[in-house]
Protein backbone atom coordinates (compact mmCIF):
# COMPACT_ATOMS: atom_id res chain seq x y z
CA UNK A 1 0.00 0.00 0.00
CA UNK A 2 1.49 3.51 -0.63
CA UNK A 3 2.06 5.99 2.25
CA UNK A 4 3.01 9.80 1.95
CA UNK A 5 4.67 11.41 4.83
CA UNK A 6 5.43 14.99 5.59
CA UNK A 7 8.33 15.82 7.83
CA UNK A 8 7.53 18.32 9.95
CA UNK A 9 4.55 18.67 11.39
CA UNK A 10 4.51 22.18 12.39
CA UNK A 11 6.60 24.75 10.96
CA UNK A 12 6.93 28.34 12.58
CA UNK A 13 8.24 31.07 10.53
CA UNK A 14 8.82 34.76 10.20
CA UNK A 15 7.32 36.90 7.17
CA UNK A 16 9.47 36.77 4.34
CA UNK A 17 11.31 33.73 5.61
CA UNK A 18 11.54 31.25 2.70
CA UNK A 19 9.43 28.10 3.30
CA UNK A 20 9.75 24.51 1.88
CA UNK A 21 7.49 21.47 3.25
CA UNK A 22 8.94 18.23 2.82
CA UNK A 23 6.60 15.23 0.74
CA UNK A 24 7.81 11.79 0.58
CA UNK A 25 5.74 8.71 -1.35
CA UNK A 26 5.85 5.07 -1.45
CA UNK A 27 4.62 4.21 -4.55
CA UNK A 28 6.72 2.90 -7.66
CA UNK A 29 4.59 3.10 -10.09
CA UNK A 30 3.39 6.62 -11.99
CA UNK A 31 1.80 8.74 -9.92
CA UNK A 32 -0.32 12.02 -9.70
CA UNK A 33 1.09 14.76 -6.72
CA UNK A 34 -0.70 17.34 -5.37
CA UNK A 35 -0.53 19.73 -2.35
CA UNK A 36 -3.71 21.17 -1.19
CA UNK A 37 -4.09 24.60 1.33
CA UNK A 38 -6.77 24.40 4.41
CA UNK A 39 -6.71 27.89 5.52
CA UNK A 40 -8.83 28.29 9.05
CA UNK A 41 -12.21 27.56 9.25
CA UNK A 42 -12.21 27.01 4.96
CA UNK A 43 -12.08 24.09 2.96
CA UNK A 44 -8.86 22.52 1.20
CA UNK A 45 -8.06 24.42 -1.79
CA UNK A 46 -5.70 22.91 -4.72
CA UNK A 47 -2.33 25.07 -4.44
CA UNK A 48 -0.83 23.14 -7.36
CA UNK A 49 -0.49 19.70 -8.89
CA UNK A 50 1.94 17.38 -10.99
CA UNK A 51 1.11 14.69 -13.61
CA UNK A 52 3.71 14.90 -16.18
CA UNK A 53 6.18 16.95 -17.94
CA UNK A 54 8.06 19.47 -15.89
CA UNK A 55 9.04 18.49 -12.67
CA UNK A 56 9.16 21.96 -11.20
CA UNK A 57 5.33 23.25 -11.05
CA UNK A 58 4.07 26.54 -10.25
CA UNK A 59 0.98 26.94 -7.87
CA UNK A 60 -1.47 29.76 -6.71
CA UNK A 61 -0.37 32.41 -4.56
CA UNK A 62 3.78 32.14 -5.33
CA UNK A 63 3.95 28.24 -4.49
CA UNK A 64 5.63 26.05 -6.52
CA UNK A 65 6.76 22.44 -6.00
CA UNK A 66 9.45 20.09 -7.36
CA UNK A 67 8.70 16.35 -8.30
CA UNK A 68 11.85 14.14 -7.87
CA UNK A 69 11.29 10.92 -9.18
CA UNK A 70 14.65 8.88 -7.84
CA UNK A 71 13.72 10.39 -4.29
CA UNK A 72 9.63 10.23 -4.52
CA UNK A 73 9.78 13.39 -3.55
CA UNK A 74 7.57 16.07 -3.84
CA UNK A 75 8.66 19.25 -1.85
CA UNK A 76 6.49 22.25 -1.42
CA UNK A 77 8.60 26.06 -1.29
CA UNK A 78 7.90 29.70 -1.19
CA UNK A 79 10.55 32.00 -1.21
CA UNK A 80 8.80 34.84 0.92
CA UNK A 81 5.82 33.99 3.22
CA UNK A 82 3.13 35.94 4.00
CA UNK A 83 0.91 36.28 7.36
CA UNK A 84 -1.99 35.11 5.32
CA UNK A 85 -0.19 31.98 4.75
CA UNK A 86 -0.90 30.60 8.05
CA UNK A 87 -2.97 26.99 7.10
CA UNK A 88 -2.35 23.92 7.30
CA UNK A 89 -0.56 22.39 3.99
CA UNK A 90 -1.56 18.40 2.82
CA UNK A 91 0.61 16.61 0.65
CA UNK A 92 -1.25 14.18 -1.15
CA UNK A 93 -0.40 11.18 -3.92
CA UNK A 94 -2.88 9.40 -6.45
CA UNK A 95 -1.41 5.72 -7.78
CA UNK A 96 -2.41 5.61 -11.49
CA UNK A 97 -3.79 2.61 -11.36
CA UNK A 98 -7.10 1.38 -12.22
CA UNK A 99 -8.79 1.35 -9.43
CA UNK A 100 -7.16 4.02 -7.91
CA UNK A 101 -8.02 6.61 -9.98
CA UNK A 102 -8.89 9.81 -8.29
CA UNK A 103 -8.35 8.50 -4.84
CA UNK A 104 -5.92 10.41 -3.08
CA UNK A 105 -3.44 9.36 -0.18
CA UNK A 106 -3.29 12.55 1.84
CA UNK A 107 -0.02 13.10 4.22
CA UNK A 108 -0.40 13.89 8.45
CA UNK A 109 -0.46 17.86 7.30
CA UNK A 110 1.79 20.13 8.04
CA UNK A 111 0.82 23.36 10.44
CA UNK A 112 2.44 26.65 9.17
CA UNK A 113 2.29 29.51 11.26
CA UNK A 114 3.99 32.97 9.88
CA UNK A 115 4.50 35.05 12.79
CA UNK A 116 4.20 39.19 11.36
CA UNK B 1 -16.69 28.48 -10.03
CA UNK B 2 -16.45 24.49 -9.22
CA UNK B 3 -17.49 24.78 -5.75
CA UNK B 4 -19.23 22.22 -3.63
CA UNK B 5 -21.21 22.18 -0.88
CA UNK B 6 -21.98 20.33 2.43
CA UNK B 7 -24.91 20.41 4.49
CA UNK B 8 -25.29 20.13 7.47
CA UNK B 9 -22.03 21.67 8.39
CA UNK B 10 -22.15 20.62 11.87
CA UNK B 11 -25.25 18.27 13.56
CA UNK B 12 -25.02 16.40 17.05
CA UNK B 13 -27.14 13.42 17.55
CA UNK B 14 -27.71 10.59 19.94
CA UNK B 15 -26.09 7.66 20.02
CA UNK B 16 -27.86 4.94 17.85
CA UNK B 17 -29.59 7.33 15.74
CA UNK B 18 -28.75 8.10 11.87
CA UNK B 19 -27.75 11.04 10.62
CA UNK B 20 -27.44 12.23 6.64
CA UNK B 21 -24.89 13.85 5.20
CA UNK B 22 -25.55 15.96 1.53
CA UNK B 23 -22.41 16.85 -0.73
CA UNK B 24 -23.84 18.81 -3.65
CA UNK B 25 -21.15 20.43 -6.61
CA UNK B 26 -23.35 23.75 -7.31
CA UNK B 27 -21.45 23.85 -11.04
CA UNK B 28 -20.32 21.14 -12.49
CA UNK B 29 -21.52 17.90 -12.70
CA UNK B 30 -19.61 15.01 -11.15
CA UNK B 31 -19.85 11.42 -11.37
CA UNK B 32 -17.57 10.90 -9.01
CA UNK B 33 -17.41 12.11 -5.04
CA UNK B 34 -15.45 10.79 -2.57
CA UNK B 35 -15.95 11.06 1.16
CA UNK B 36 -13.34 11.54 3.54
CA UNK B 37 -13.30 11.75 7.38
CA UNK B 38 -10.83 13.91 9.25
CA UNK B 39 -10.29 13.43 13.15
CA UNK B 40 -8.68 16.44 15.03
CA UNK B 41 -4.75 17.00 14.72
CA UNK B 42 -4.78 14.11 11.71
CA UNK B 43 -4.89 13.75 7.97
CA UNK B 44 -7.48 13.30 5.84
CA UNK B 45 -8.56 9.56 5.25
CA UNK B 46 -10.82 8.22 2.30
CA UNK B 47 -13.66 6.05 3.15
CA UNK B 48 -15.47 5.44 -0.03
CA UNK B 49 -15.72 6.66 -3.48
CA UNK B 50 -19.37 7.50 -4.70
CA UNK B 51 -20.10 6.84 -8.57
CA UNK B 52 -23.40 8.17 -9.79
CA UNK B 53 -25.89 5.29 -10.54
CA UNK B 54 -24.20 2.44 -9.10
CA UNK B 55 -22.97 1.40 -5.85
CA UNK B 56 -20.25 3.28 -4.14
CA UNK B 57 -17.07 1.52 -3.20
CA UNK B 58 -15.32 1.46 0.00
CA UNK B 59 -12.05 1.50 1.26
CA UNK B 60 -10.47 -1.52 3.59
CA UNK B 61 -11.76 -1.18 6.97
CA UNK B 62 -14.81 1.00 6.29
CA UNK B 63 -18.28 -0.76 6.96
CA UNK B 64 -20.64 -0.19 4.17
CA UNK B 65 -23.62 -0.80 6.20
CA UNK B 66 -22.87 1.75 8.72
CA UNK B 67 -21.46 4.38 6.10
CA UNK B 68 -23.97 4.51 3.39
CA UNK B 69 -23.61 6.57 0.43
CA UNK B 70 -25.80 7.01 -2.43
CA UNK B 71 -24.75 8.98 -5.37
CA UNK B 72 -28.46 9.88 -6.85
CA UNK B 73 -27.68 12.32 -9.54
CA UNK B 74 -24.64 14.08 -10.93
CA UNK B 75 -24.55 16.66 -8.44
CA UNK B 76 -25.62 14.90 -5.06
CA UNK B 77 -24.17 12.13 -3.13
CA UNK B 78 -25.34 11.30 0.51
CA UNK B 79 -23.80 9.99 3.13
CA UNK B 80 -25.66 8.00 6.07
CA UNK B 81 -23.94 7.73 8.96
CA UNK B 82 -26.77 4.81 10.34
CA UNK B 83 -26.95 3.80 14.14
CA UNK B 84 -24.31 6.63 15.35
CA UNK B 85 -22.27 5.88 18.09
CA UNK B 86 -19.83 8.41 20.34
CA UNK B 87 -16.55 7.02 17.99
CA UNK B 88 -17.98 8.03 14.38
CA UNK B 89 -17.56 11.53 16.01
CA UNK B 90 -15.50 12.80 13.47
CA UNK B 91 -15.05 15.81 10.49
CA UNK B 92 -16.92 14.08 7.50
CA UNK B 93 -15.71 16.04 4.02
CA UNK B 94 -16.39 15.13 0.27
CA UNK B 95 -14.76 16.22 -2.70
CA UNK B 96 -15.98 16.22 -6.07
CA UNK B 97 -14.44 15.07 -9.29
CA UNK B 98 -15.09 17.36 -12.44
CA UNK B 99 -12.29 16.09 -14.72
CA UNK B 100 -12.32 12.23 -14.33
CA UNK B 101 -9.68 11.93 -11.48
CA UNK B 102 -7.83 15.45 -12.33
CA UNK B 103 -9.61 18.09 -10.05
CA UNK B 104 -10.89 17.12 -7.36
CA UNK B 105 -13.00 20.16 -5.29
CA UNK B 106 -13.29 19.65 -1.20
CA UNK B 107 -16.71 20.62 0.58
CA UNK B 108 -15.97 22.78 3.30
CA UNK B 109 -16.78 19.42 5.81
CA UNK B 110 -19.21 18.70 8.74
CA UNK B 111 -18.48 18.13 11.92
CA UNK B 112 -20.47 14.97 13.56
CA UNK B 113 -20.75 14.68 17.42
CA UNK B 114 -22.41 11.95 18.64
CA UNK B 115 -23.59 12.08 22.29
Known amino acids: AQSVSQHNHHVILSEAASLELGCNYS??????LFWYVQYPGQHLQLLLKYFSGDPLVKGIKGFEAEFIKSKFSFNLRKPSVQWSDTAEYFC??????????????FGAGTQVVVTP | GAVVSQHPSRVICKSGTSVKIECRSLDFQATTMFWYRQFPKQSLMLMATSNEGSKATYEQGVEKDKFLINHASLTLSTLTVTSAHPEDSSFYIC???????????FGPGTRLTVT
Open chain 1, 92 to 105: AVNAQTTDSWGKLQ
Open chain 1, 27 to 32: YGGTVN
Open chain 2, 95 to 105: SADRRQGYEQY
